[in-house]
């Protein structure tokens, strides 16, 4: 009975010792939002893991080998020390010193391997979650923090003294969803016209303004406040470009027809 009950001791340390280390390795997820098949994944995959490898220095097979190694030596120590004192307690401490680095030493190398994750692989996923992004994918990763539910929009800004757009909208515009954001742009629309979070968003003479509705009123919003989603359109998705707009300068056919 005695002995049943040092060896479920030291397992239990050495299991929770080894529950530590598994549950803090990060993950990093991935999307194609490009349509890639099965074969451009891997090989992006491939590519990505290489380049992070250089950038980090960091391998993770071999650098948690090595983290496992230490963690086995260490947790070896500890666990010998706590089976001597459960060997003294149940009138065997020079046995109980022995089954203790055994035990130690597994709960150890759990340890240790999950040093090397703590030290070298966050920078290793975040290099290589960068350049799946630069290949079009979506990528994020994920580590001991659980991650956070994006609420809705800030409420904006006390307005400005700017002059508000003209109202352009008589009836509610058909909407398009921008590819791979959160955000509906007005296609038939000679205006730049965007929602997001169900708020309206008119960019117009190089100003940005906001609306509860799609025919106004509209209010002058900060440059700063504009949420990034919207800031982040492609210019293809703009009625009027954002560079004629911004420079107060219209060539003349738009100008013609207000669309500056």
Request: hydrophobic fraction near 40%; charged fraction near 10%; glycine fraction near 14%.
């Amino acid at each position: 009975m005695k002995r049943l009950i040092r060896y479920s001791i030291l397992v239990v340390l050495a299991s929770a010792m080894a529950a530590c280390a598994t549950s803090r390795q990060p993950v990093v997820y991935v999307y194609p939002t490009r349509g890639q098949g099965v074969e451009q994944v891997s090989r992006d995959q491939a590519e990505c893991q290489a380049w992070a490898k250089q950038q980090t220095g960091f391998e993770p097979a071999m650098d948690t080998a090595k983290g496992a190694a230490v963690g086995a030596a260490v947790g070896a120590l500890g666990g010998a020390a706590a089976g001597a004192a459960v060997g003294a307690a149940t009138g065997s401490p020079g046995k109980g010193a022995a089954i203790g680095a055994v035990a130690g030493g597994l709960g150890g190398a759990g340890v240790g391997a999950a040093v090397g994750y703590a030290k070298s692989k966050d920078g290793y996923d975040q290099a290589y979650a960068a350049c799946m992004s630069a290949h079009g994918y979506a990528a994020a990763t994920q580590g001991i923090e659980r991650p956070q539910i994006a609420g809705p929009p800030p409420p904006p800004p006390p307005p400005v003294a700017v002059a508000p757009p003209p109202v352009i909208m008589q009836t509610p515009p058909q909407l398009v969803v921008v590819p791979g954001m959160p955000v509906y742009y007005a296609p038939g629309g000679n205006f730049n016209y965007f929602v997001y979070g169900g708020r309206n968003y008119l960019f117009h003479n190089g100003a940005w303004f906001y609306a509860a509705a799609y025919n106004g009123p509209w209010t002058y919003i900060a440059l700063e406040h504009v949420p990034q989603p919207v800031l982040a359109v492609p210019v293809q998705y703009y009625r009027v470009p954002p560079g004629h707009s911004k420079s107060g300068w219209c060539p003349p056919g738009l100008a013609k027809q207000g669309r500056c």
